[in-house]
């Protein structure tokens, strides 16, 4: 079986690469990095509890940082 | 009694603000967005009288025996608008099963239902607390490039020449046009940035940059898409406002090929400087004014020292990170935020 391309644009439809702008043939693609879907895990309970009070102590600080983004 | 919206992932800056509203003596309650979609949090209607209910084990500091805490939005003194919900769960899954899987229609009109839904009902909790003081409302947060553009042109800025077209012609004569600026174009959302997640691969959506070798390669129509004028840049200004108050860092990543169209391609090797900033008076006076225009009492700016003099505006983020330009810089604006938050509170008591 074909392996899927990993650029994103080139697995659109012919249609759908009608129907998106131009930024979409310039996407900046990269592998999840790890140490982000470890983070992630870590964070999980809290992401999934959600809201907090102002005793709770450092949820998600250590598990996101802006470079992730 | 201080509530913030926020959302739960790829968002630090919210637990530190928290961190200073606990230290400044302040009581203060978060709510995701992915909490009213499908989390543990009922509304109780009882004539005139909102309750939120939440469920006891996810609130830190909640009686051990109780099931659920209730918080009256009569309590609330004052509303943080940090963020709200990016992805709802339908959003994320197929609605459909055995034959129907393949129904894309219906799919799409099953996925819109639910959506509408879940915005109304965040619209009912902003509308219901419509007469606290908030900072930043979310009616303001949903900026349009396009309007804040003109806007800051109206302020006195210069702005990059935009073009939004289909056609690869039409593209073709604006870059030429740009050609005594750095001979491209650059293509950016008209709306908000996003990135998709395919398998093990992110997808970005960067700031990207054409030159005609590239604009030639494209077909002559495609969808709507934003076209600005290349500007070659001395260094980059990130400038967060807080209630009157500018905090400005230049970020020098002009001189590194991987970050010299979008800065957010970081470069982890090698990082960009960035330094406190000073900005012209007149640059400082001109971002007020487009603010107060604006309505926003917070919101990060991107400008730009072009090569030629010019300060350049390029876009508002309302809900930009500000801990990127806070910590580099030794802001501390974290607690700047926590203190106006409090502000905000005492002065919806006295009102």
């Known amino acids: ?69 | 009694m201080i509530l913030i919206f926020s959302q739960s992932a790829m968002e630090p800056t919210t637990e530190e603000v928290m961190d200073w509203l606990e230290a400044l003596g302040a009581r203060s309650l978060r709510l995701n967005g992915e909490d009213l979609d499908g989390g543990a949090v009922c509304f109780r209607v009882d004539g005139p009288e909102v309750t939120l209910h939440f469920d006891a084990t996810t609130v830190a500091g909640a009686e051990p025996a109780a099931k659920t805490i209730a918080l009256p939005l009569a309590e609330v003194g004052a509303v943080w608008f940090r963020r709200w919900l990016q992805e709802r769960r339908h959003e994320m899954v197929s609605l459909l099963d055995g034959p129907s899987a393949e129904d894309h229609q219906l799919h799409h009109g099953l996925r819109r239902h639910l959506t509408l839904e879940s915005r109304k009902l965040g619209d009912f909790l902003f509308s219901r607390l419509a007469d606290r003081p908030w900072l930043s409302h979310p009616r303001r947060a949903s900026l349009n490039k396009l309007d804040v553009l003109i806007r800051a042109a109206q302020a006195g800025f210069a702005t990059p020449a935009t073009l939004v077209t289909t056609e690869r012609d039409e593209l073709r004569r604006f870059c030429l046009d740009c050609r005594g600026t750095a001979g491209a174009v650059i293509t950016k959302p008209i709306g908000e940035v996003d990135m998709f997640i395919a398998g093990e691969r992110s997808h970005f959506i960067f700031t990207a940059s054409l030159d005609l070798e590239a604009i030639d390669a494209l077909p002559e129509r495609f969808a709507p898409s934003l076209f600005q004028e290349r500007i070659e840049k001395a260094y980059e200004l990130r400038v967060f406002y807080l209630a009157g108050e500018l905090y400005a860092m230049a970020i020098f990543s002009q001189l590194d090929p991987q970050t010299r169209t979008d800065f957010r391609r970081y470069s982890r090797e090698r990082p960009n400087r960035m330094v406190p900033f000073r900005l012209p008076a007149e640059t400082a006076d001109r971002l007020r004014l487009l603010m107060e225009d604006l309505r926003l009492e917070t919101g990060s700016a991107d400008l730009l020292q072009a090569r030629d003099g010019r300060v350049v505006f390029l876009e508002i983020n309302p809900v930009g990170q500000f801990g990127m330009v806070s910590k580099p810089c030794n802001y501390h604006l974290e607690r700047k935020l926590a203190e106006a938050l409090i502000r905000k509170e005492l002065d919806g008591q006295r009102a």
């Not at chain 1, 309970?45 to 949820?59: I, L, Q």
């Open chain 1, 1 to 69: 079986m074909d392996k899927e391309p990993e650029d994103l644009f080139a697995r659109l439809s012919a249609e759908g690469r009608q129907l998106v702008p131009v930024s979409y043939r310039f996407l900046h693609a990269s592998p999840l990095a790890v140490a982000t879907v470890m983070r992630l895990v870590d964070s999980q309970p809290y992401r999934a509890t959600g809201y907090v009070c102002s005793a709770f102590h450092k949820p998600i600080s250590k598990c996101c940082s802006q470079d992730d983004v």
